[in-house]
Nanobody, 117 residues
Framework: QVQLVGSGGGLVQAGGSLRLSCVAS????????MGWYRQAPGKQRELVAR???????NYADSVKGRFTISRDNAMNTVSLQMSSLKPEDTAVYYC???????????WGQGTQVTVSS
């Protein structure tokens, strides 16, 4: 099992910045990629950014150039630096960890990000 605890988020004005962090614990050795997803009201959960254990990243087109994902393998943390935030970034953000050898995907508890116009 892998446990994920996210932090950060909150209320910010458009154009502002926020940083999300997520700490993983448990069977970390099974984890490959980690990332952040988000779900806005009435919409499906979508990938925001993802980073592999080797540091390969990918981003949703809507956040490219504004968000940066990083990972500290020694501290078992993944962070998402969000800049130039827009109202459409408002959503609950979920930390995710993939454990392909276990065929499992783990989720954090979600943290609310609200961007006011």
């Amino acid at each position: 099992q892998v446990q994920l605890v996210g932090s950060g988020g909150g209320l910010v004005q458009a154009g502002g910045s926020l940083r999300l962090s997520c700490v993983a614990s448990g069977s970390i050795f099974n984890v490959n990629a980690m990332g952040w997803y988000r779900q806005a009201p009435g919409k499906q959960r979508e990938l925001v950014a993802r980073i592999t254990s080797g540091g390969i990243t990918n981003y949703a087109d809507s956040v490219k150039g504004r968000f940066t994902i990083s990972r500290d393998n020694a501290m078992n943390t993944v962070s998402l630096q969000m800049s130039s935030l827009k109202p459409e970034d408002t959503a609950v953000y979920y930390c995710n960890a993939e454990a392909p050898r276990l065929r499992q995907s783990y989720w954090g508890q979600g943290t609310q990000v609200t961007v006011s116009s």
